[in-house]
């Protein structure tokens, strides 16, 4: 099992930090098949990966966070509130399962009052280290060797004279 996080990660990290934070649970029904309000849903709307160096990768997401007020009609201030409640969520670091943790920015909020829904944007990145694939044989034995330390004698006119042993 590989110790890497993925996006599936991310999005659960998300959504149970979502969840606490706003106090509803996730929609994962499309808008056709109805859905109970209050509730949220997750969508990754770019994906971007590349390798950084040799030994890194870095990843970036395009996130948004869609959260419905509890009535369609008076659900202007609830609103209001979750925008709150998800900048501050969202000024902190988020924790994975596996220990990473992803910070989210370029954080934008856009209030659709026709339909009583926060749409909350923002990018994250994370940065992991490639896996070693363990190709290159590993070194068990290491063969060192120091020389023998220079004799230091002091004569009776004060000169330091050194014997040039330093052979091995």
């Known amino acids: 099992m590989s110790d890497r996080t993925t996006l599936s990660h991310v999005i659960k990290a998300l959504t149970v930090a979502v969840r606490e934070c706003l106090g509803v649970e996730e929609n994962d029904r499309d808008i056709e ?3 109970t309000r209050p509730s949220f849903f997750i969508d990754i709307q770019d ?6 160096t040799d030994e890194y990768t870095w990843e970036d997401y395009t996130v948004d966070i869609y959260y419905f007020a509890p009535e369609r009609e008076t659900g202007y201030i ?3 509130h979750a925008r709150e409640k998800l900048s501050e969520l969202l000024r902190d670091e988020i924790v994975t399962d596996t220990g990473t943790g992803f910070s989210c920015n ?4 856009r209030l659709e009052k026709r339909d009583k829904t926060l749409i909350t ?3 994250l990145t994370i940065v992991q280290k490639i896996a070693d694939e363990g190709v290159e044989p590993l070194i068990k034995d290491l063969a060192v060797s120091y020389p023998r330390s220079k004799v230091v004698e002091k004569t009776k006119d004060s000169n330091l004279q050194v014997d040039d042993e330093d052979l091995i």
């Open 33 to 35: 098949e109805g859905y």
């Open 47 to 52: 994906i971007q990966d590349s390798e950084l």
């Open 78 to 80: 609830d609103l209001l």
């Open 106 to 109: 370029d954080v934008e909020h």
């Open 121 to 123: 944007t923002f990018t």
